[in-house]
């Protein structure tokens, strides 16, 4: 089945640093790789999407590309801000299958 | 159009009762997946029900199970709680089942004591 595996948490930075998290994922096939951002207390957000190989995804100044030479997804974003402080789950879905795979998600915290 | 939405937001119980919970779907979205979310095991993939019936299941016990209504709102049961029942509970709606975008709601927050 479908894995990931995502850069460990947690991880913390100053404002308007510049923010990688590392997600590798295994596969069969060519899944639709995705990002979701969990605020305190709330369910997940959908932040960006990916659904070909060299697709990149992106929402609210963060980006991902489609690696399918390295089946990664990083997610990065040139300038963090303190709103943007969160856990961060990296999730492929195969095609025709119902389900999303979670990584174990990356607590990022900005300290202003 | 609105979001996901479940009810309740927050549930407290004692062992060995049982819980049902409620998940109302974007509309026009046909597709339920329920998640459970815990420090421990993180997130991880209850079922999913499309058009009424059980598509796809994940390696929970018998005590918890669900259904789906006609008009794609669906409830999930955990019958004979346990202590690691303790979770957000998470549902996901999205358009068919199958490679499209899920959207989550709030969560249910369930405590056993």
């Known amino acids: 089945g479908n894995s990931v595996t995502q850069m460990e948490g947690p991880v913390t930075l100053s404002e308007e640093a510049f923010l990688t998290i590392n997600c590798t994922y295994t596969a069969t096939g060519y899944p639709s790789l995705f990002w979701y951002v969990q605020y305190p207390g709330e369910g997940l957000q959908l932040l960006l999407k990916?659904?070909?190989?060299?697709d990149k995804g992106s929402n609210k100044g963060f980006e991902a590309t489609y690696r399918k030479e390295t089946t990664s997804f990083h997610l990065e974003k040139g300038s963090v801000q303190v709103s943007d402080s969160a856990v961060y789950f990296c999730?492929?879905?195969?095609?025709?299958?119902?389900?999303?795979?979670f990584g174990q998600g990356t607590r990022l915290t900005i300290n202003p | 159009k609105a979001g996901v939405t479940q009810t309740p937001r927050y549930l407290i119980k004692t062992r060995g009762q049982q819980v049902t919970l409620s998940c109302s779907p974007i509309s026009g979205h046909r597709s339920v997946s329920w998640y459970q979310q815990t420090p421990g095991q993180g997130l991880q993939f209850l079922f999913e029900?499309?058009?009424?019936?059980?598509?796809n299941k994940g390696n929970f016990p018998g005590r918890f199970s669900g259904r789906q209504f006609s008009n794609s709102r669906s409830e999930m049961n955990v019958s004979t709680l346990e202590l690691g029942d303790s979770a957000l509970y998470l549902c996901?709606?999205?358009?068919?089942?199958?490679?499209?975008?899920?959207?989550f709601g709030p969560g249910t927050r369930l405590t056993v004591l």
């Open positions: 996901a709606s999205s358009l068919w089942s199958g490679g499209d975008t899920q959207y």
């Open positions: 999730a492929p879905r195969g095609r025709g299958a119902q389900k999303l795979v």
């Open positions: 990916a659904t070909k190989a060299d």
């Open positions: 029900y499309f058009s009424e019936t059980q598509r």
